[in-house]
């Protein structure tokens, strides 16, 4: 599998998707600036250039028209006074007698009327300030021989050739500028980048525990480091807790398992087994049963499965429901359990799901309550509380509770499987209920809140 990571700086400078984006960046921004300098210099030295063309084209016209009416010496006594009488005005008339006008040569590149074309001259030769410089003309074929104007401007040149200088500099610097500042940012990006790939290199190595930097600046770079380590800590607490729940599987398991594997011994060694042998071998199995069901319902409700009727419940009529079915239980204890109504309060709900985990609490609260106690449903407004004289659970573990398979210390002795309290937390989510606890001098209440 192709590894960014794994080549050398060269090669990871050419793989790195940023620094092509920076490129093509610079590379737009330089075509822009070109095209609009371009513009500017159409629309400024252009228009010049083409008010030029014209003069030239209609001078040569009219020389044209002067040589097919009349004489040769009366084209030459026009061309000599052209040449003498406007010196931004270069002609050349090639006879048989030589060269006339003020050009000593007759360029032959130049193309023919209408047709415009450049070529060099020096300007020592014409305007005396030593200079080569570019000039457009156009020429004629006469009767007697080619003649060519042109048409010579120093100051334009001179205005020209810095407008060229300066639009060639404008383009270095707009490309040095875009490539360093692409650089700079490219760099930056690429340290956030890089502590980001550095940082999840790492948890795929193992080390669950690291996190990706967050700065104070707030920007795009910071809210992704915040979910990535949201995430990541999500994952680390889902590996704890599998390794947790593989570990007390493990635990809460063998015993069962260990003595149903007794048991079997048993009956081989004396032979056989009695109806009551078998019944109680049956008994531990439906314990281990009972304990993988309860953890495939609860990851089914966790991820939605099942189709669950949703109607609207009357915690009261749960309430008198729990106390029912609970109430031998309590007796059992020499407890009293009772049902305190403060206000109605009726939800959207499973009414099966809100009865179980309302019975879990008011079973927990009666098995961990001293006797001759009092257990207490306090229903109000948005709120279920269930209310007891035991113990409660302490404040260091009143988030583990609700993980599965998890017991507090003092309750290991007493039958249950840590389950109940997680099939809470997830039917309270289901109902989009909050879980929390209160104590208070001889009482200890659970309390789901319903958010509406």
């Known amino acids: 599998m192709f590894s960014v990571s794994r080549l050398d700086p060269l090669g990871r400078l050419r793989a790195s998707s940023l620094l092509r984006y920076t490129l093509l960046h610079t590379a737009i921004v330089l075509v822009l600036c070109g095209s609009a300098l371009w ?5 400024s030295l252009g228009f010049y250039q083409k008010r030029q063309d014209q003069f030239v084209l209609e001078q040569l016209n009219s020389l044209a028209s002067l040589a097919r009416s009349h004489s040769e010496s009366e084209l030459s006594a026009a061309v000599s006074q052209m040449a003498e009488n406007n010196r931004q005005v270069l002609v050349v008339f090639k006879s048989a007698e030589g060269y006339l006008g003020n050009l000593n040569y007759l360029p032959e590149t130049v193309p023919l009327f209408p047709a415009m074309g450049s070529f060099w001259i020096l ?39 810095r407008f060229t200088l300066a639009l060639y500099t404008a383009m270095v610097l707009v490309l040095l500028v875009g490539l360093v500042t692409g650089f700079l940012f490219s760099k930056k990006i690429l340290a956030r ?38 995430m990541l800590a999500q ?28 048991k079997l011994d048993g009956y081989l060694r004396n032979g056989g087994a009695g109806v009551e042998d078998i019944l109680e071998a049956q008994t531990e199995l439906d314990t281990i049963l009972h304990t993988f069901n309860a953890m495939l319902e609860l990851t089914k409700l966790e991820y939605g499965q099942g189709n669950l009727e949703f109607v609207r419940c009357d915690l009261k009529e749960i309430g008198f429901e729990v106390v029912e079915l609970a109430e031998p239980l309590a007796e059992a204890c020499e407890q009293s359990l009772i049902l305190e109504v403060q206000q109605p309060l ?100 659970v309390k789901l809140t319903f958010q509406r």
Do not use: C, M
């Open 235 to 262: 994952i680390e607490d889902s590996v704890e807790a599998i390794a947790s729940v593989t570990s007390s599987i493990a635990h809460d398991l063998r015993t069962p398992l260990s003595r149903l594997r007794i």
């Open 123 to 161: 300007g020592d030769s014409v305007l005396g300030d030593g200079r080569f410089q570019r000039v457009r003309g156009s020429r004629i074929n006469s009767r007697w021989g080619p003649l060519l104007l042109a048409y010579n401007s120093s100051d334009f040149n001179l205005f020209a050739s």
């Open 193 to 230: 980048l890089r502590g980001i790939n550095n940082v999840t290199a790492k948890v795929g190595e193992g080390q669950l525990a690291a996190r990706v930097k967050v700065t104070e600046k707030g920007d795009e770079f910071d809210e992704l480091a915040g979910h990535i380590n949201q």
């Open 39 to 43: 513009l500017v210099k159409d629309y």
């Open 346 to 445: 009726v939800v959207q709900g499973n009414q099966q799901l809100l009865f179980r985990i309302l019975f879990n609490l008011v079973e927990n609260a009666i098995k961990y309550s001293p006797g001759k106690g009092e257990v207490k449903i306090r229903i109000d407004q948005d709120s279920v509380s269930v209310i007891d004289q035991g113990a409660g659970i302490p404040e260091s573990e009143q988030d583990k509770v609700f993980q599965r398979l998890y017991r507090l210390d003092q309750s290991r002795t007493t039958p249950g499987h840590g389950l109940g309290l997680s099939l809470v937390k997830v039917v309270a989510e289901l109902h989009n209920a909050r879980i929390s606890f209160e104590r208070r001098e001889q009482s200890f209440a």
